[in-house]
């Protein structure tokens, strides 16, 4: 393989030499005389993993190297020149893991690579296939598929961790696979070795955060389950505890029993059908190399010893010394010779060597499967194992690395003793018997491996994230949501348990991942795996270890340990990383300077000699003994070597090996970072024993309600919470930043915490610091330190020792400065940002990213500083003016600010012998006065300063919601005092910063809440909203305790502008509801009222008085009196012209009103079809009248009463026959008649008809005179005082204004609708001259305004089709109104034209012509003739009808369709008869030259011929296009479809004629007539009138007209045709 020098890879350095330094030593050997060896490479060194012989080193830049005794390839590699693996160049690798005698490496998308040693297929399956026993030289990948979902998927990993026959992987969905041989991988499958990765389904549905393997176990850092997914005894419990409101918040934590029957801790006993077995993996003698390592995390450190008393916390030695190069060296030697002559050296004998302990011969044995019976267990080897036995024996003798064979006697005698051990302590289960301190409350909070919420398949996002060294940060465990790493973690073990490396209490295996009971619920954030012990590091940065500890790698005297066990470490010391050899421990941990120190505890080498005889001993023998002497330490040793590698990030072991990442502190960066990990491990732990030995005893005290008094009680459970929930934060952090310090070199500096978090950093101090103000304000500290002493009792002295600098005095405890101590953290996250940031340019994002986290910190700091300052003050003004007049105003969150002692401060014109003493408080302002005080709130009070006059008083003036009064300052400095500290105090209870506006200026305008106690019109109501120098401004609601409410906009102390008011109707037990515009209090404006009696009225009002257009709809259907009114109100009665639809009588009357009575011309008609129009005058039928029935009977007389007829009259029936005299009597009951009676002649019959028709509407309101009310209202929207009267750019404005507050009211708009109405807000040129060019601009600018009902064009078209409809549908659908129907719509065309005029004053008068737009002179010649001959002439119908008529047609045509009933019968009796002939022969009959006829027709594309039979077939496409008539609506879209219907005729029939053919009247019309009658259109003749009716008279007399006539012409000679 070629030298790694020669790399292309190393050609360049990515960073400079002073990061990524790796350090390498032997851990046998005296502490004192260890040399660590620096390993040189061109780059930094991101990571190191060490294996029993060798080692991983993985570069930036993904590079990985290889060093130590390389088996799999024969060769021995110094790690002073280490192997590059050139294979895996290219595949940007991220992580690396060395095992026994193995290699794994994870490239960044999620690959897995593994080579070495694969005779228990560790590597997984390789190309060479069932050849298991020959290693994998090359990286190979291994590929992991899920193949439970559909389809099958890629697994993608994130971590990766070897033992010595197994390897583990975890993927980015936290889920954990496992291949090699043993039972170590967890998995249920009785046949070994297990090429391919599976997943281990007992850890299905959990989160996964880390993996470590041991030799033969496997440890796993599993998220606990919420607290919802705990027993249902679990709640029974906590409802059982304490009698606090909050506990559940502060208990959290200690909340973790559940049940017994959800925790199965039974092994696997070896047996003597495990005899001759061994492991899979089994070579020949193997020569020593190179040692190797293990790869880093960092982690944290508590401030309490393991019995639970406190340490002592100096808080000096934070300085550094600047004269050293290393900063804090002075420091660390110090502490070096403090601590090293401490550590404890025992004398044990055992043989040199491989001390692996007794686990080295027995943990082979036991080895099972993961299945429970007997009989796959002694067969899961059986044949491989003898094969690979025999070949061992053959190889060579046992070196004193090889593997020996199963030393079962031993094992035997083992598992004997454990069992009656068991059986002393008459348990009735294998657990945890060594530890008898725990209780229930530290088990497992979940089944075993029982897949939890739903499915196992859930898929969480990936945690790991490239950084910007190409790696993924997967060695840290993975951070919750809000992006902080967990501390509810449970620690999982599963394999061999032969030394009690399980920790489950006993020496037994474990098939499946077993949750250690023990360590649930200590927070732990990283666990480690040594060859037969294993490490668990927790928050608090204690250490616990069990398993082997023949060589005192456990730092613990007992061995072996079956349980966790918590290291006893020395004062100021913090672990937050550690790693676990063969035989040996490392740990990494905080000293009394920045600079991290290395402790070690484990085997250490005795002098050459005695090692050299104990080597020769041990090379005769085939077995090793446990009894040999060695020398080893009990309890952790400093290693002075730690000071030569400057500050170390990480630490690393294996095999006999260790190893050690440090980091030169170029321009201070480092220091600071490890400094700011280190502060805050420190501070956690400071917090953890403060919560221990205080907080939590005293929150659980019975007698702490009776002592503390009711309102403290529940302040004192505020502080509990918001302690817990500062201590979880600090916890989280401290581990976060080990994270950081263990990949510093691929982290981000912005991305720390205390940038990323800052707010939730910031919110959480404030609560905090509030909490604790609220309790001292209150005097709450003064019974708790008399509770604290009479409950803490011995515990009282370690909260002394806690105590850092100033906190005690004189030995006593000050609760108040403990408490309040925490916020000191602010200010060193502040000063530690600085020091950061001073390491970059000021141009950079770095330092603008550092440099304002540094601002925030530290403006808090200062900030709740003030606040603690001021809950001192006002502790002490309570203090001081105690009693039950003042004992009102004490309430948690208020802080005084000033008062008026002394008569600093008095009222205006007061009485020489009143008292006035005025105290501001940060929320409110009080007067008091003998023993009556006033209160008035800050957020309700404006100060404005009062000019100096030639009386020389110093005013303030102070305006409230319902008073105002004037205070008189003694002194010019006291003016200036008050009228500062109210500035600030009202700026900061307005969420202002509280430095001191300008005077006078604070807040004029502003949001608040307040209840009216002395106002007339809002006496008793509740309002919030806005303000403005002390009167309500703005949006706001209004509540009167009567149940009243007003929800919109005030102006001025009065309701004005859009506003919804609810009103309660005692009476009918309802309220009345309005919905619309307000003016001076009053309800003014369009809006929608809803009484409570049903009715509805939606329209203007003025002055609180329906007035204007307006509709009232009376009771529903179902009722007596169910009726709708719309038309003109005045001043709440209807007046002038309405619309009255009786519904009830089935009457409908249209007509004029005066004083809630009709009163003037009118129609009515019946649901009977009686017509009836004349005058009516209060309310009656009086005078001439017109009435015509359904049977054409009509009379014209005189009426006195409704229906009734009085006078001289004529009666003309249907007949003709005609009755001329005297009336009396009712139309319904009967006539009495003297008069004559006369028949008419032949032909004076139809004349009768014909002149009663024209006779109708005599009496009718003219339909220019009816809707006035509508488009007064619409001007009045505009701004103007009448129609055509006003400032045309105010109503422009006016109409933006509109459609603005329109959007801004309503935002349930669509995202069309939004658009449009954003189009609309723009003002268009409406002064520019309408020509050809820009009109349709115009156009289609009155299509978007009429369709938007924001628009007042849009509102004016939609009001004009609710009225259209309320008159002519329903009963008003009688044909005798169709006259008064068009005209009616033609009234709107002429009155909506000169409202678009108005605003388009360049558009011509009604039937003028557009001008062309200005050309140049070349055009103007070019286009003289075309100009003369295309004219465009602008028509309300042709501009205003496609806008009108489309909504009007529904009621318009159907009233045309009652008008020619009875002609469309006879038409369509006509229709269908000649439809019934065929094409021909229909031809022949209407006329038609047989030179039209067609002789060919296509069907889908061929030609077909026509013979004599054949029907609808000739001029298909004009009929079609003919049949599209009843599809439009105005009459151009009409007159459209009849000239393309031409324009098809002509093209049909020209292929048969000459090419000038031209078109005569007796071709065309017969031709025309066939085309029409198979059509087969109904209603024919009403579309002829409404064309007729309604059409543009300027295309009257044109083709178009001519086109029309044509059709007309056709329709009155198929109803007049012959039927013989």
Known sequence: MDNPEESPADEQAVTPAERGLLYTWHSVGPSKQVCPERVLLSRPILQVSLGEHHGLLLAQGGQVYSFGELLWREVSIPASAPLLEASLLGMTVVRVAAGGFHCGALSEQGNVYMWGENTAGQCGLTERGTVTNI??????????????????????????????????????????????????????????????????EHLAGRHVIQVACGAYHSLALVRSLPPQDCSTQNTVKKSERGQSPHYSATEREEQVAVDDAHYCPLGVELTEAMKGETSPRRRGPRQRLHPAKLEPEGSTYPLTQADGSPRALPFSGWKANKKSAYPDELELQSLLEKLSGQSLETQHTTGTGDTDSLSSHTSDDSCVSSTPSTDPLTSSYKDDSTIRRQTNSNSGGSGPYSSSPVCLEEVRLCLE?????????????????????????????????????????????????????????????????????????????????????????????????????????????????????????????????????????????????????????????????????????????????????????????????????????????????????ESFTVRPTLLPICIEMDYISSVCSGGHSCAALADLNVMGFISAIHELASRERWFYCWLSSVKKLLLTPLRNRESVCPVLGEPCTHLFFSICESFVHLHTLIGRHATSLSYFLNDVQGRDVTSLPLLTHTEYFLDIFKKYCSSVGDFQVMGGFQFLQKLSLECLGHQHTALTQLCVSDLSVGGELDLVSMLYWPLEQLHQYSRLLLKLAACYDVLTVEYQTLHQGCRHYETLSLSLLRRKKEAETTFLFWKTHSGKTTEVLRLPRRRVVCESGNRSLTLQNAGRFSNHWFILFNDALVHTQFSTHHVYPLTCLWVKPVTDDCNGLYAIKITCPEESFTLVASTPQEKNKWLRSLNQAV??????????????????????????????????????????????????????????????????????????????????????????????????????????????????????????????????????????????????????????????????????????????????????????????????????????????????????????????????????????????????????????????????????????????????????????????????????????????????????????????????????????????????????????????????????????????????????????????????????????????????????????????????????????????????????????????????????????LPRLYPPLFTLYCLQGEQEEAQYWERILRLNKQPDQSLLSFLGVQEKFWPLWMSILGEKKQIVSSSKDACFVSAVETLQQISTTFTPSEKLMVIQKTFEELTLEVKPMLHCDFLWCMDDLFPLFLYVVLRARIRNLGAEVSLIEDLMDPNIQHGELGLMFTTLKACSIYIQQESTT
């Open 135 to 200: 290693p994998v030289p090359e990286p190979y990948p291994v590929s992991m598929v899920d193949s439970e979902v559909v389809p099958p998927v890629a697994v993608r990993v994130m971590d990766l961790a070897c033992g010595r026959e197994h390897s583990l992987a975890l993927s980015a969905q936290n889920e954990l696979w496992a291949w090699g041989s043993g039972c170590q991988l967890g998995l249920v499958t009785s046949t070994f070795p297990v090429w391919k990765p599976q997943k281990v």
């Open 417 to 629: 003793k454990e069992k009656q051990a068991l059986q002393g302590q008459k348990s009735s289960s294998l657990t945890n018997i060594h530890q008898k301190g725990k209780t229930a409350a530290s088990r497992r909070r979940s089944l075993p491996g029982t897949p939890t919420h739903g499915s196992p398949r859930r898929r969480r996002p990936c945690a790991c994230r490239p950084s910007s060294a190409g790696r993924v940060q997967a060695a840290a465990p993975e951070e919750e949501g809000d992006g902080l790493p967990s501390l509810e973690t449970e620690v999982w073990s599963w394999g061999r348990g032969s030394e009690g490396q399980l920790g489950h209490g006993d020496q037994l295996a474990r098939l499946q991942p077993l949750c250690i009971k023990s360590l649930t619920g200590e927070e732990v954030i990283k666990v480690a795996a040594g060859s037969h012990h294993s490490l668990a590091l927790t928050a608090q940065c204690q250490v616990y270890s069990w398993g082997s500890n023949m060589c005192g790698q456990l730092g613990h005297v007992n061995s072996p340990i079956t349980v966790p066990q918590q290291l006893k470490l020395f004062d100021d010391l913090r672990v937050w990383d550690l790693s676990a050899g063969q035989s040996h421990s490392l740990l990494l941990a905080d000293g009394d300077c920045v600079q991290p120190v290395l402790l070690y505890c484990g085997q250490q080498q005795e002098p050459m000699s005695v090692q050299s005889e104990s080597s020769h001993q041990s090379q005769s023998s085939c077995q090793r003994s446990p009894t040999k002497a």
């Open 987 to 1444: 700026d900061q209870v307005l969420g202002g910063g509280g430095q001191g506006s300008s005077p006078g200026v604070t807040a004029i305008s502003r949001k608040a809440s307040y209840t009216f106690t002395g106002d007339e019109r809002f006496k008793d109501a509740q309002y919030t909203g806005g303000w403005l120098a002390g009167r309500v401004h703005g949006r706001g609601i209004m509540k009167w305790p009567d149940g009243r409410m007003y929800n919109g906009n005030l102006k001025n102390g009065l309701e004005d502008g859009y506003g919804e008011c609810v009103l309660p109707n005692k009476a009918l037990n309802k309220p009345d509801s309005y919905y619309g515009q307000w003016k001076e209090g009053k309800i003014s404006g369009f809006g929608k009222y809803k009484y409570a009696s049903g009715e509805v009225y939606e329209g203007c009002f003025c002055d609180g008085q329906r007035h204007g257009y307006g509709m009232l709809s009376s009771g529903k259907l179902a009722r007596n009196s169910s009726s709708v009114f719309i038309g003109h109100w005045v001043h709440d009665r209807k007046t002038g012209y309405g619309v009255y639809d009786d519904i009830t009588r089935g009457e409908k009357y249209m007509g004029l009103w005066l004083e809630d009575q009709r009163h003037g011309s009118a129609v009515v008609v019946t649901q009977y079809g009686l017509y009836y129009e004349g005058t009516f005058r209060e309310n009656k039928m009086t005078g001439p009248g017109l009435l015509v029935s359904e049977d054409d009977t009509f009379f014209h007389g005189e009426f006195s009463d409704d229906w009734t007829v009085s006078g001289k009259g004529v009666l003309s029936l249907a007949n003709g026959d005609c009755l001329d005299g005297q009336f009396s009597g009712e139309w319904n009951t009967g006539l009495k008649v003297v008069g004559t009676y006369t028949k008419p002649g032949f032909n004076e019959a139809e004349n009768k008809e014909r002149n009663s028709l024209h006779r109708l509407g005599q009496y009718v309101v003219p339909a220019g005179q009816r809707w006035i009310c509508v488009f007064d209202e619409y001007w009045s929207r505009l701004g103007c005082d009448a129609a055509g009267r006003g400032e045309r750019t105010t109503a422009w404005e006016n109409i933006a204004v509109t459609i603005a507050t329109a959007r801004r009211q309503s935002p349930d708009l669509s995202r069309s609708q939004s658009k449009a109405l954003e189009c609309l807000e723009l003002i268009p040129q409406f002064g520019k001259a309408v020509t050809t060019a820009n009109y349709d601009n115009i156009r289609r600018y009155l299509t978007k305004a009429c369709e938007s009902p924001h628009h007042p064009l849009g509102w004016l078209v939609e009001t004009l089709v609710t009225a259209y409809r309320m008159t002519y549908v329903g009963v008003g659908s009688n044909r005798r109104l169709l006259r008064q129907a068009v005209q009616e719509v033609q009234a709107y065309l002429t009155h909506f034209y000169s409202v678009v005029r108005f605003l388009f004053p360049g558009l011509p008068d009604d039937g003028g012509i557009l001008p062309e737009p200005p050309a140049c002179p070349s055009k103007s010649r070019h286009n003289c003739n075309t100009a003369a001959q295309c004219v465009m002439v602008v028509s309300c119908s042709s501009l205003l009808l496609p806008l009108l």
